[in-house]
T-cell receptor, first 112, second 111 residues
């Protein structure tokens, strides 16, 4: 089954404790992206990647890191999480000229 | 800076009625996307519009794009309760693949 998976789906952590949210897709897509969704703000892009070893900042990259060492994986790293990073995070992948995106199920992160 | 504005942000309507959601964006782009999100769920792609004048239809939903006016519309025909969801438009920023989403339109269709 074609899908984008994220782990974990739920995470409660404390300020400053490094964490990684994994994202994997099995559709051989070149394009992958991370978004955060906050009430009243819609989705905001954090980082995106056009292909392996190619990443670029989205609208709200501060406090996040990403890497793209393999085509299928695009982990999101929070080196020192803060409470303002409490949010719902979505990973997405896409291919072709249009970059129609397929979204993962989401990761709900709470930073206390 | 690219801005994407959706109107209305909230819409409550009766079954059987027609309505239109508007998506305005502030800079040149010729790739626009519509997504649907059900409560507590992820996003599902509805339409990809790639050129001026593009029109796509799926069931009771029809999307169009006017790149000169920087406007896309999502038209709902004879609404049914199952279409209740939040609808997002998103714009590709000048083909550099950065994507900007609107804040979403929460659609509530009363049976």
């Amino acid at each position: 089954e074609a899908q984008v998976t994220q782990n974990p789906r739920y995470l409660i952590t404390v300020t400053g404790k490094k964490l990684t949210v994994t994202c994997s897709q099995n559709m051989n897509h070149e394009y992958m992206s991370w978004y955060r969704q906050d009430p009243g703000l819609g989705l905001r892009q954090i980082y995106y990647s056009m292909n392996v070893e190619v990443t670029d900042k989205g609208d709200v990259p501060e406090g996040y890191k990403v890497s793209r060492k393999e085509k299928r994986n695009f982990p999101l790293i929070l080196e020192s999480p803060s409470p303002n990073q409490t949010s719902l995070y979505f990973c997405a992948s896409g291919t072709g000229t249009a970059y129609e995106q397929y979204f993962g199920p989401g990761t709900r992160l709470t930073v206390t | 800076e690219l801005k994407v504005e959706q109107n209305p942000l909230f819409l409550s309507m009766q079954e059987g009625k027609n309505y239109t959601i508007y998506c305005n964006y502030s800079t040149t782009s010729d790739r626009l996307y519509w997504y649907r999100q059900d409560p507590g769920k992820s996003l599902e792609s509805l339409f990809v519009l790639l050129s001026n004048g593009a029109v796509k239809q799926e069931g009771r939903l029809m999307a169009s794009l006017d790149t000169k006016a920087r406007l896309s519309t999502l038209h709902i025909t004879a609404a049914v309760h199952d279409l209740s969801a939040t609808y997002f438009c998103a714009v590709d920023m000048n083909r550099d693949d950065k994507i900007i989403f609107g804040k979403g339109t929460r659609l509530h269709i009363l049976p």
